[in-house]
């Protein structure tokens, strides 16, 4: 084990973490955009309330990440706040969707909480194991979920790519400062 040693200076531009301040910190970071959707059985959540077919449940990320090239595993962040987190709490099967600079309405759709996030966005089709497929996107992998891990107020799910999809070519839509952007350009 290696001791780090600070310099005084070093040391003084150090505050202590809290929220707020860690909020503005992420800010900072740039992050390619996903959605991630999913189906899994069941009566309940957002979408066919009652009706006993599939749950559908989606939501914009900027925390996917790939993990292993051997074996190919992936992964990304759910709050369990979040509204849907009962759907993927249960799913064995995700889709994640890059999104490309001109899908800012996606992205906007699939962050929205309280809609019917895939009746306010019509371009998707339903997938193996009914999971939406969002269309125009720039790449899409298909996932079984291999892990779920809790990480304080969210959760972290492991999935293994079963499926890639090549999309269109452009640019990605990247997150930065609160706002999507893309390369060279300030955030909307």
């Keep these: 084990m290696t001791t780090v040693e600070w310099s005084r200076s070093e040391a003084t531009d150090l505050l202590p973490v809290d929220r707020d301040l860690f909020r503005t910190l992420l800010r900072?970071?740039?992050?390619?955009?996903?959605?991630?959707?999913?189906?899994?059985?069941?009566?309940?959540?957002?979408?066919?309330?009652?009706?006993?077919?599939?749950?559908?449940?989606?939501?914009?990320?900027?925390?996917?990440?790939?993990?292993?090239?051997?074996?190919?595993?992936?992964?990304?962040?759910?709050?369990?706040?979040?509204?849907?987190?009962?759907?993927?709490?249960?799913a064995e099967y995700v889709a994640v969707h890059l999104l490309g600079a001109h899908?800012?309405?996606?992205?906007?759709?699939?962050?929205?909480?309280?809609?019917?996030?895939?009746?306010?966005?019509?371009?998707?089709?339903p997938g193996p194991y009914d999971v939406p497929l969002l269309s125009g996107v720039l790449a899409r992998l298909f996932c079984r979920v291999a892990h779920r891990v809790p990480a304080g107020d969210h959760t972290l799910f492991v999935a293994e790519p079963l499926a890639l999809g090549d999309g269109e070519d452009g640019d990605p839509l990247v997150h930065h400062r609160g706002g999507y952007t893309t390369t060279g350009k300030p955030p909307e």
């Design 28 to 90: 900072r970071q740039a992050a390619t955009v996903t959605v991630v959707t999913t189906a899994a059985a069941g009566t309940d959540g957002p979408t066919r309330r009652g009706s006993g077919e599939p749950v559908r449940a989606g939501f914009t990320a900027t925390s996917f990440t790939s993990v292993s090239l051997e074996p190919p595993l992936v992964s990304f962040c759910l709050g369990t706040a979040s509204s849907s987190w009962p759907v993927f709490a249960r």
């Design 103 to 125: 899908q800012r309405e996606a992205a906007r759709v699939f962050a929205t909480g309280g809609i019917d996030r895939f009746a306010a966005y019509p371009h998707w089709t």
